[in-house]
């Protein structure tokens, strides 16, 4: 009997510790330090020498894409393929130690850093007019693998911080697409097509942030922004934390 609670006791902790939930709350009690050099951190994760240090997104930048253009005008790539969305926000490179960063939030669990990735975004929505913010959905069945919705955690502070309701039941991810990389713009959008089902009650008239962690071709927020507008969303806007640049621009 002792041996069955015991055993009992165990598997419970275990449970708990591989819960986000419990995972939050421990990191709130733990004392703060920079996450990236191991000092005494300020606020959230990052002491200020790291914070400046990161690889903050230069500007001008076009305000399409959110990538660097010459006196912060309309980019080439914009005009002759102009994307679904309004515009993009971004306060990142997808450079080093962003991307280590958005990886251990990503694919080990490391939620304490949703707060502090979506702090350094908060700093470049200053005016932004939307409504609601849709934190980009999983596939059900990658949400089971996972756990968790990075996207939706990077959300929840910034709906908290800028009194913005989330609308992350509106839309459904129904295809699990295979990856993007390697494949070519046409190949992508074909790949993508039909992966989002909305519901129009939820979005119809709403000005709506889409939210993800990182922005590489734009492929797969260009085919959720359609299918928004498709389900009656007046306007689209992509708020990202790190923009990644294409290859071959540095
Ligand atoms: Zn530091
Ligand atoms: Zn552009």
């Known amino acids: 009997m002792a041996a069955a609670s015991a055993g009992c006791k165990q598997s419970d902790h275990q449970k708990l510790n591989g819960s986000p939930l419990f995972k939050r709350q421990l990191l709130r009690r733990l004392p703060h330090r920079c996450r990236l050099c191991g000092g005494a951190a300020r606020g959230i994760g990052l002491c200020p020498h790291c914070r400046a240090d990161l690889p903050w997104l230069p500007a001008p930048r076009c305000p399409i894409c959110a990538l660097p253009s010459e006196d912060g005008q309309i980019c080439g790539a914009c005009l ?4 679904a969305w309004q515009c993009t926000r971004s306060a990142l490179l997808y450079d080093f130690p962003v991307d280590g960063l958005i990886g251990a ?3 080990r669990g490391d939620l ?3 707060p502090l990735l979506a702090d350094c975004l908060a700093g470049v929505l200053d005016g932004a007019a939307v409504d609601a913010i849709l934190p980009l959905p999983l596939h059900p069945a990658r949400l089971a693998a ?3 919705n ?4 990077l959300a929840r502070p910034l709906a908290r911080r800028f009194h913005l309701p989330l609308v992350h039941a509106a839309v459904q991810r129904v295809r699990d697409t295979p990856p993007q990389a390697g494949l070519d713009r046409a190949a992508r959008l074909k790949n993508l097509r039909g992966a989002f089902l909305a519901r129009p009650e939820l979005v119809s008239g709403l000005r709506i942030a889409v939210l ?3 922005m590489t071709s734009g492929a797969t927020l260009g085919e959720l922004t359609r299918t928004l507008k498709q389900a009656g969303a007046v ?3 992509c708020w990202v934390v790190a923009r990644a640049l294409p290859p071959g621009q540095t």
């Open 80 to 83: 002759s393929h102009p994307p």
């Open 105 to 107: 939030l990503k694919y």
């Open 112 to 114: 304490s850093l949703a």
């Open 146 to 148: 996972r756990g968790y």
């Open 150 to 153: 990075q996207a939706m955690e």
């Open 212 to 214: 993800d962690d990182v």
């Open 235 to 237: 306007a689209v806007e």
